[in-house]
């Protein structure tokens, strides 16, 4: 089970324990929407690469 | 789609998704149906993506009249929360912004 983590802003120490938790013993990715030019296409090929997705806040 | 302030990211995924091949479907509601009267790039995406369409009750409550079908969109794209279930049940991938 491979987990992708989506961040839409940094995140803080709960979205951090959240992450922790859901992903613990699973493989995990993550990916960085807050920047000022998100690679789509890499983010496109890390959602297909993942069993789940889950966007932050 | 529920949040106003994400139309850039579902742009720049749906662009990066049909260039791959995917096929692609956007659901706005709630807070993000703003996104269909206020975002100019709105009706480029209805014609880049596979299917695009809003909870309309989302719409309404958002204070817009019904009949003002926002430019891209048919009436019949006007839709209730069943377009979002197709989505969960007939995709293969599922991303909430």
């Given amino acids: 089970m491979k987990i992708l983590n989506i961040y839409r802003s940094e995140p803080d120490d709960t979205t951090k324990k959240l992450v922790e938790i859901v992903t613990r013993d699973r493989d995990a990715d993550s990916f960085d929407l807050n920047v000022d030019a998100p690679d789509y296409s890499a983010l496109v090929d890390k959602i297909f690469d993942a069993d789940q997705t889950i966007c932050w806040w | ?97």
Avoid: R
């Fill in chain 2, 1 to 97: 789609m529920t949040n106003p302030d994400q139309f850039k990211h579902v742009m720049g995924i749906t662009k990066a998704a049909k260039a791959k091949g995917s096929n692609v479907k956007v659901f706005f509601t709630w807070d993000a149906t703003h996104n269909a009267k206020k975002e100019a790039g709105f009706p480029e995406l209805c014609k880049i993506a596979d299917d695009v369409s809003i909870c309309v009750d989302s719409y309404k409550n958002m204070g817009y009249d019904i009949d003002d079908i926002p430019e891209g969109l048919e009436a019949k794209k006007m839709a209730t929360q069943a377009q979002h279930g197709i989505i969960i049940e007939d995709y293969d991938c599922y991303l909430s912004l």
